[in-house]
């Protein structure tokens, strides 16, 4: 049975796109097909993180938008451009375009909301995945909305901050009336110098939702600068085994 | 002359009234049943009555009529395939921006043209 993961913040700059890519690498690692997907429409990115060249981005997620192919011709099978293998797992990157012109036309000309439903169940089915993971847009719009609504399970992501806080309580709020069936919270970019028991403890107090994971603010991160998969590249890093851990919670 | 900034907006408010379909902000602020059951449809993506029903707990006949009341209001679709009804909701598409996205070229074409 496949299951729908959406990985969404409140606010940008969380670490999302970058989340998503390594629980896709490790859940990828177990041997599963995953999808990733970027709804991210109005600020792409997470192509980025898998070594997606533009220049070769030939179809994109606009394209089915506009009814120019199907959606899993707009599939790009990424799993050997990684920098450690995959094993028998695969992983199918879903990229929104990059070009400024195709950006705008989508805010310009909208497009059928009911269309990405229909997609994402068709990629499952065409490209007989076990998991879709679609990434966000950050905040709360009619995409990110759906994506949440019709998601087996949700993942937000989360700083230390109150502005994050705030807005971390409408979206648990809006998932909730939704019926999202599972939700887990990611505390990322989290110091050293905080204890990350007591942080777990004060946000599952204060949304009364689990926390699947709380990742250090780690150098060795932004020193790689997303150009590729950490939990590939360091696989015996404290921050990869907190990552295996939250990939671990959602395979269960 | 054209018909202005304000002249847009309303249009932009105007066309938000006349969408088919729902919006998933509509589904968030439905009464507390209906938007379960409205979730659970978009979650399935295509639904019978029977389905609903066992879904809702109420009776066939009962839900037949909420979503004859749906499609009367373009919210719900419906389709026979071999002798059985099936029903989908209609999510309304993401508008077009009717406000120029260059809003500050848009501005000063006003200007100019006054």
Known sequence: ?252 | MGIGLFGRVEQELDARKKTPGLSMGQILSLPDALRRLVNWMVRQRVVEAEAAAAFTGQEVTAVRALLAEMIEQGYVTEFEMRGQMYYRVRLAAKRKASIPLNIWQSLDDKVEEE
């Open chain 1, 1 to 252: 049975m496949s299951r729908i993961v959406s990985i969404h913040s409140f606010r940008g700059g969380t670490g999302k796109s970058n989340l998503t890519a390594n629980l896709a690498a490790t859940i990828a690692r177990h041997g599963h097909r995953v999808g990733v997907i970027d709804t991210d429409i109005q600020s792409p990115g997470i192509h980025v993180l898998f070594g997606l060249d533009e220049e070769k981005m030939d179809r994109s997620l606009n394209d089915y938008l506009w009814g120019k192919c199907a959606i899993e011709e707009t599939a790009y099978d990424v799993s050997e451009t990684l920098p450690a293998s995959l094993g028998e797992g695969r992983i199918f990157l879903i990229p929104s375009s990059i070009k400024a012109g195709e950006i705008t036309r989508v805010l310009r000309e909208g497009y059928d909301v009911g269309m990405l439903n229909d997609g994402f169940r068709d990629l499952i089915d065409h490209l007989t995945l076990d998991y879709l993971l679609i990434d966000t847009h950050p905040g709360l719009n009619e995409e990110t909305l759906l994506s949440i609504a019709i998601s087996d399970a949700l993942i937000i992501i989360l700083r230390p901050d109150q502005q994050d806080f705030q807005g971390t309580a409408v979206t648990v709020d809006v998932a909730r009336r939704l019926d999202v069936p599972r939700m887990m919270l990611v505390i990322n970019k989290v110091l050293s110098s905080f204890d990350p028991a007591a942080v777990r403890q004060e946000v599952e107090k204060s949304y009364n939702a689990a926390v699947a994971g709380v990742l250090p603010l780690t150098e060795d991160l932004i020193r790689l600068g997303s150009r590729e998969v950490f939990c590939l590249r360091y696989p015996d890093h404290p921050w990869t085994r907190q990552v295996q851990e939250i990939a671990a919670q959602i395979m269960a």
